[in-house]
């Protein structure tokens, strides 16, 4: 009964002090869990389906210390190691959230197109709007990046390029791409956001060049970033 004691409670106090307030010695008291060794496996049967059905209803998302505090708080004493050897016994991973991408970096002293549509996102002819945006994908080996000119007349994605990483290049080479395929004539409106990718001297020379004119949606405003996203069909 002891020993019993010394097992039920050592979750929460030291062994050793657990033994000498149960005058059991502490060798005595690992012998003794050696030689029953059945009853462990019970316990552990036992707290595996339990932890199982934690894990299972926080959607495979909790770890062994979040585990291990709904364990206690449901008045089950046990280590936190103890449910972290179950659950690599049992294949229980926990699945990691990833972390959103920022596409659009407004923080630069880079100067702003004004916003020549002024939410008119509608057009009668191709190649007299396009609507420039990143996007980001998720793959098994990390984050892909998506930048893509679309017509604004017909929809269609006339330009794109795909990265592994927000490099300077990735918006200039579908804009490129979109120029070279369509001839686009001079004074067409090149709608985006404010980000640094379209404010950047490379990109800004490359509308310049080809005679495009530029129209940015203003800062902050919801109700621009909604009319892109109706535009883009997302």
């Not at 010394?6 to 062994?15: L, Q």
């Not at 009853?39 to 585990?67: C, H, N, V």
Request: proline share 4%; hydrophobic share 40%; aromatic share 6%.
């Amino acid at each position: 009964m002891r020993c019993r004691f010394v097992a039920a409670e050592r979750a929460a106090f030291p062994v050793r002090m657990l033994c000498r307030l149960a005058g059991v010695a502490a060798s005595g008291f690992y012998a003794w869990l050696r030689r029953d060794p059945g009853r462990r496996a019970g316990e552990d049967a036992g707290l595996a389906g339990r932890i199982a059905a934690i894990f299972e209803a926080s959607r495979r998302t909790y770890g062994s210390p979040r585990i291990h505090a709904e364990l206690r708080e449901d008045g089950v004493r046990i280590g936190r190691g103890r449910v972290a050897r179950l659950m690599r016994r049992g294949g229980l991973t926990a699945a990691r959230r990833r972390r959103v991408p920022r596409t659009t970096d407004s923080r630069h002293d880079h100067a702003v197109a004004p916003n020549l549509l002024e939410r008119r996102f509608a057009a009668e002819r191709p190649d007299t709007v396009w609507l420039a945006d990143i996007s980001y994908v998720p793959t098994t080996e990390g984050w892909l990046y998506l930048a893509a000119i679309k017509d604004l007349a017909t929809r269609e994605i006339v330009g794109w390029s795909m990265s592994d990483s927000l490099r300077a290049g990735l918006a200039c080479d579908a804009l490129l791409m979109a120029i070279r395929r369509r001839q686009p004539p001079r004074g067409l409106i090149h709608h985006s956001d404010r980000g640094v990718q379209y404010a950047s001297e490379p990109y800004q020379a490359i509308l310049a060049r080809h005679g495009l004119r530029g129209s940015m949606s203003r800062r902050g405003n919801c109700l621009d970033c909604e009319s892109v996203g109706a535009a883009w069909g997302t």
